[in-house]
């Protein structure tokens, strides 16, 4: 499906999701407790209910009581083989793979076309060094695992994802020798690491920090049963700050932020660095934004998923752009870097790309035009919100707004964008 999306100006209030990377994280714990957790305020979304899916698969009973979840953790695994599939989520197949590091029998986890794509080597690597046997279509899903990894210690190239570094974090406390990590080159994506860390410790579990994002060590332990309330997503919430940057006239962003850290909190010095003034009060969140924005060379090793809402304010800077450090971004949901250098290039934007990032020249005249999103959350909602400050433009591929922001097109239509279905 395609949108149609004309010049908007958008005012008002608008709400933000749960935070997508937290809910994972806190559906995945509890479901390793044995004993009855409460998760406040999670988000509903198709990556989060796979994710939940995959818990039920294991064992896990998965109760939803309005936006909270009553998980009861798996007491037992048993010894059935398993199919799962974890849909469109990166952060899904890697802490279930490693989850099914700890039962005997196979577990076969799979995803959709985009997910089939994505890397999985060095997770599977790591859990045959740990004592587990596994399988994959060229390092790629499907993937299958046979446990058991009884633990040990491992080194583990970091400049692909963390997520491979975060379900090894999460399945470790169950392994009976426990686990050293070695992080063999610098990491990405950090504060996602920093997010499993307290995560676990919400459920009484302890990670020894020997050297920070090079070594950690963590002994057998048992989780113990939480209430945790997920916070507001930043990276959504960037996605809202470009929107009222590029398009908004006093749009208020309402959030509860809560505390649990999130690395794309840096949006907000991003944007100061931009000559952008926000105000975080009482969980609500605004901007002035100067006629022009600065430009600037920004660094998004630590927050790759700010690429998209970061590159769209090029269109109203005065001066290039350049993000740097974040070849991540090319193994995500799509090559993120390749396909808004290509999109953008159609709005009038002249784009230079690079192996790590983009340095991106303001349009002197923008031209309305046909932006594939290629069925990329993130690249959809960030070139929509481009689309309403060029306007003239079709969006592909709404659908794709469930996997981390599903009310997303109602919510930007609700402050006044024009958006209608094509
Ligand atoms: O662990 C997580 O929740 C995530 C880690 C990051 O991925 P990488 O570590 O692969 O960069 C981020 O881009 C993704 O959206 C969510
Ligand atoms: C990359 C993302 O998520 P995941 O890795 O879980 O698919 C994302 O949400 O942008």
Redesign the pocket.
């Known amino acids: 499906m395609n949108c149609k999306v004309e010049r908007s100006t958008l005012t008002g209030s608008i709400g933000c999701p749960p935070n997508?990377?937290y809910t994972?994280r806190a559906i995945f714990l509890a479901s390793l407790v044995d004993g009855k957790s409460i998760i406040k305020n999670v988000l509903k979304s198709r990556d989060t209910v796979a994710t939940m899916n995959i818990c039920k698969s294991f064992g896990a009973q998965i109760q939803e009581a309005g936006r909270n979840l009553k998980i009861r953790g798996i007491e037992e695994f048993d010894d059935a083989d398993l199919l799962v599939d974890a849909s469109n989520s990166?952060?899904t197949i890697r802490i279930a793979a490693a989850i099914a590091s700890l039962r005997d029998a196979k577990t076969t986890l799979t995803g959709d076309e985009s997910l089939k794509k994505r890397p999985m080597k060095p997770l599977l690597d790591a859990l045959e060094a740990l004592g587990a046997k596994c399988t994959s279509n060229d390092g790629k899903p499907p993937v299958t695992v046979v446990g058991r990894a009884r633990g040990g210690s491992i080194t583990i190239p970091g400049d692909i994802?963390?997520?491979f570094i975060?379900a090894l974090f999460i399945a470790a406390p169950k392994m009976e020798n426990g686990l050293t990590v070695n992080i063999s080159t610098e990491l990405?994506?950090k504060p996602?690491l920093d997010?499993?860390i307290s995560s676990m410790k919400k459920f009484g579990v302890t990670v020894q920090v020997i050297e920070p994002y090079r070594k950690y060590q963590i002994a057998p332990q048992e989780y113990k049963h939480a209430t945790v309330s997920i916070p507001s997503d930043f990276?959504s919430i960037a996605l809202l700050l470009s929107a009222a940057v590029l398009v908004g006239r006093d749009l208020t962003i309402n959030a509860s932020i809560g505390d649990l850290s999130q690395g794309d909190e840096a949006i907000i010095d991003i944007l100061g660095k931009m000559g952008v003034d926000v105000s975080l009060h009482k969980n609500t969140i605004k901007v002035r934004a100067p006629e022009k924005l600065l430009g600037g060379r920004f660094d998004l090793s630590n927050t790759?998923?700010l690429l998209p809402p970061l590159s769209i304010l090029c269109l109203k800077c005065q001066a290039p752009l350049e993000i740097y450090n974040v070849r991540?971004a090319r193994?995500?949901e799509t090559d993120r870097i390749a396909i808004i250098a290509r999109e953008l290039r159609k709005i009038g934007v002249s784009v230079k790309e690079n192996d790590d990032g983009l340095v991106m020249s303001p349009p002197e005249k923008t031209s309305g035009a046909h932006l594939d999103s290629e069925d990329d959350h993130r690249l959809f909602m960030a070139f929509c919100i481009a689309a309403m400050y060029v306007g003239d433009c079709t969006v592909s591929d709404p659908e794709s707004v469930d996997v981390s922001y599903p009310t997303f097109v109602d919510d930007m239509i609700g402050v006044g964008a024009k958006i209608t279905f094509a």
């Open positions: 997508k990377s994972h990166g952060t994802s963390s997520q975060s990405v994506s996602y997010a499993t990276s790759p998923d991540h193994f995500k």
